[in-house]
C-alpha cells in the first residue's frame, strides 16, 4: 500500500479532459514539493511536472499541476491517444527519510 | 544531452549479491543527487535509495536497508547499488534517475537493468 494514494484509473475521450489526483499527508505532499511521471508502456518514466505545477522544457501546455493542502493533482487536456500511460506522483516524506510515489493512476483515451 | 546507461543486472539466487553500475554523461555529474528506483514486474514505481552530488548523504528505503549500499565515483560519472542478501521480492527492473538538484525530483532517467532473484 503506498504512502500517496492515486486512483488505480481513469478514462476519457479524446480531446476531453481529465484530472488525477494524489493524497497524502503533511509529512510529504503537505510540505514538500511533488512532480508527476509519465510512464508510457515499455519505457521509463518522463519528469512531466515538478514543483508542483511547473513543466520540463518540452512539455506541452496540456498537462498541468497543482496543489492544495496535501492533495495534488495532475490535468491534461486536449487528450490523445498517445496520452495512454500509466502516471506517478512522488515526493519526498520528512517522517521516514525517503522519496514516496503514488500507486500510479493508468489512463485510458477511449 | 543527458544519458544514464545502467548495467549489471542479471540472474543470481536468493542470499546472493550483486552490484548495479549507471555511467552517467552529458551533465556535471558531482553537482547533482542520484537515485536508484525499481520496479518489480507488473508494478508501481518503488525509490531504493539516493545519494547526494559529493557522496557525503545516503538515505535507503526501509525495505533494503542494511542490505544495499549507493554510491559513486565523481571521477568516473558512475553511480554504483552494491546489492546484498537478495530476496525474491527484489526482482525488478533497476533505473538510475537524476536529481533536479536535491529536490527529490527526476528529470532524467535510465532505461533500467532486469534484476531477478530466483533459485
Known amino acids: 500500500q503506498s504512502v500517496l494514494t492515486q486512483p488505480p484509473s481513469v478514462s476519457a475521450a479524446p480531446g476531453k479532459k481529465v484530472t488525477i489526483s494524489c493524497s497524502g499527508s503533511s509529512s510529504n505532499i503537505g510540505n514538500n514539493d511533488v512532480s508527476w511521471y509519465q510512464q508510457l508502456p515499455g519505457t521509463a518514466p518522463k519528469l512531466l511536472i515538478y514543483d508542483n505545477n511547473e513543466r520540463p522544457s518540452g512539455i506541452p501546455d496540456r498537462f498541468s499541476g497543482s496543489k492544495s493542502g496535501t492533495s495534488v493533482t495532475l490535468g491534461i487536456t486536449g487528450l490523445q491517444t498517445g496520452d495512454e500511460a500509466d502516471y506517478y506522483c512522488?515526493?519526498?516524506?520528512?517522517?521516514?527519510?525517503?522519496?514516496?510515489f503514488g500507486g500510479g493512476t493508468k489512463l485510458t483515451v477511449l | 544531452e543527458v544519458q544514464l546507461l545502467e548495467s549489471g543486472g542479471g540472474l543470481v539466487q536468493p542470499g546472493g549479491s550483486l552490484r548495479l553500475s549507471c555511467a552517467a554523461s552529458g551533465f556535471t555529474f558531482s553537482n547533482y543527487a542520484m537515485v536508484w528506483v525499481r520496479q518489480a514486474p507488473g508494478m508501481g514505481l518503488e525509490w531504493v535509495s539516493g545519494?547526494?552530488?559529493?557522496?557525503?548523504?545516503?538515505f535507503y528505503a526501509d525495505s533494503v536497508k542494511g542490505r544495499f549500499t549507493i554510491s559513486r565515483d565523481n571521477s568516473k560519472n558512475t553511480l554504483y547499488l552494491q546489492m546484498n542478501s537478495l530476496r525474491a521480492e527484489d526482482t525488478a527492473l533497476y533505473y538510475c534517475a537524476k536529481d533536479r538538484g536535491i529536490s527529490s525530483q527526476y528529470d532524467y532517467w535510465g532505461q533500467g537493468t532486469l534484476v531477478t532473484v530466483s533459485s
Open positions: 512522488g515526493t519526498w516524506d520528512s517522517s521516514l527519510s525517503a522519496v514516496v
Open positions: 545519494i547526494r552530488g559529493s557522496g557525503a548523504s545516503t
